[in-house]
Structures are given as structure tokens and as C-alpha cells.
């Protein structure tokens, strides 16, 4: 069965600093490939998502996110936060399966001004 | 993007009682909707997935007796949480997919469920 690995649970940057969070992924074939965040209050909202092709991935808010299939990884990558992306970000994947996500432990962003 | 609403969005209830918590999809006809539960500080856990006018499909580890879903209609899933315990006790979420919206599925904002 696959699996995701975020292996930060909480990471703190000042506002304006660049951010990286990491995912690992554990599947014998390269998964589709997401990002989302979750505010509170607010649904799962999808920042990018990768299926083929390029393995640089633009998303919303600013944020991209490379897959390096030798590394298993897809990370998340902003060149400057802003206070309004704090908020928890999960990386996911679809085997294949129809849709059925499966998801890290997530990310807690704080942002310092 | 689409949206899909969650009602109630929190609920209390007492011990062995049932809560039924519904998932819209307000702007798509959503063929397949997902249920997962979210402990704090946890991932999401997928529970099961409904097809609309079919049985839900299960997770490992599920209980489908106590865990009833309903896909009875394009825009609607609901979950019962029957005879509640305070380890049931969490965060509900759903999320909808259609062919209208591609490959993406939509997340409703979640019910918190706290079973005293």
C-alpha cells in the first residue's frame, strides 16, 4: 500500500523568508501527486497536483512544487510567505485507485511577522 | 471551483445516540463522494467511498454497521454515526468528484463531532 511522509510537523518562518515543506512518497509506480491546505474553517483547497510531464509544477498562491522521482519526493516550494499562508498543508496521493487519497500527517506553516 | 458544504458543521451529542451528518455538492452532480476522519494533529483517514445509487465501499478496519453512508442522489452523501461513543469523537470530512469538475476532487469544511 502506499504511503505519504511529511517529515515536518511544524515549521515556523518569518514573513518574506522562503519556505520549503517535504513529502516523501512510498509506491512502486509514480503516484498523481497533490498538495492541499486547510484552513480552519475552511475545506481542503488544492494548491497543485501532479500527474506527468513537467516535474515542476506551478499551483496557486505562489506556490510550486518539484517531483524528483529518483528522491520519491514532491516537495512544496514558496519564494516569499506571506502572513495569510499560515495553515496546514497536506501532501497526498492517488495510486491509481479511483481517486482514493492518501494523505501525510501534515504540515503546521507559522508565519512571524 | 466547485463547492461542496458540510451541515452540521459541529455537533454534540450524548453517548449511544446516532448523528447523521451531510455532504452537499452544490454546483456539480458528484458521482462519487469520500469520507474521512481526521484526529487532531493526525492525517486524514479515508473511510469509505460512495458511488451514487450504490453501497458505500469500506476501508479496512471500518465498521460499515456503525458507520452508515448513503449516496442516494448526485448532490448529497450522509454519514449516520450510529449509537455514538466518545472515541467516535472527531473531525468528518467529505469530498466530492464529478465529470464535470475532471480530475480534481472538492473537500467540504468538515463536521466536528463531540460524543459526551
Known amino acids: 500500500a502506499q504511503s505519504v511522509t511529511q517529515p515536518d510537523i511544524h515549521i515556523t518562518v518569518s514573513e518574506g523568508a522562503s519556505l520549503e515543506l517535504r513529502c516523501n512518497y512510498s509506491y512502486g509506480a509514480t503516484p498523481y501527486l497533490f498538495w492541499y491546505v486547510q484552513s480552519p474553517g475552511q475545506g481542503l483547497q488544492l494548491l497543485l497536483k501532479y500527474f506527468s510531464g513537467d516535474t515542476l509544477v506551478q499551483g496557486i498562491k505562489g506556490f510550486e512544487a518539484e517531483f524528483k522521482r529518483s528522491q520519491s519526493s514532491f516537495n512544496l516550494r514558496k519564494p516569499s510567505v506571506h502572513w495569510s499562508d499560515a495553515a496546514e498543508y497536506f501532501c497526498a496521493v492517488d495510486a491509481g485507485s479511483n481517486y482514493k487519497l492518501t494523505f501525510g500527517k501534515g504540515t503546521l506553516l507559522t508565519v512571524n511577522p | 471551483g466547485a463547492v461542496v458544504s458540510q451541515h452540521p458543521s459541529w455537533v454534540i451529542c450524548k453517548s449511544g445516540t446516532s448523528v447523521k451528518i451531510e455532504c452537499r455538492s452544490l454546483d456539480f452532480q458528484a458521482t462519487t463522494m469520500f469520507w474521512y476522519r481526521q484526529f487532531p494533529k493526525q492525517s486524514l483517514m479515508l473511510m469509505a467511498t460512495s458511488n451514487e445509487g450504490s453501497k458505500a465501499t469500506y476501508e479496512q478496519g471500518v465498521e460499515k454497521d456503525k458507520f452508515l453512508i448513503n449516496h442516494a442522489s448526485l448532490t448529497l452523501s450522509t454519514l449516520t454515526v450510529t449509537s455514538a461513543h466518545p472515541e467516535d469523537s472527531s473531525f468528518y470530512i467529505c469530498?466530492?468528484?464529478?465529470?464535470?469538475?475532471?480530475?480534481?476532487?472538492?473537500f467540504g469544511p468538515g463536521t466536528r463531532l463531540t460524543v459526551l
Open positions: 469530498s466530492a468528484w464529478g465529470l464535470a469538475v475532471g480530475d480534481e476532487q472538492f
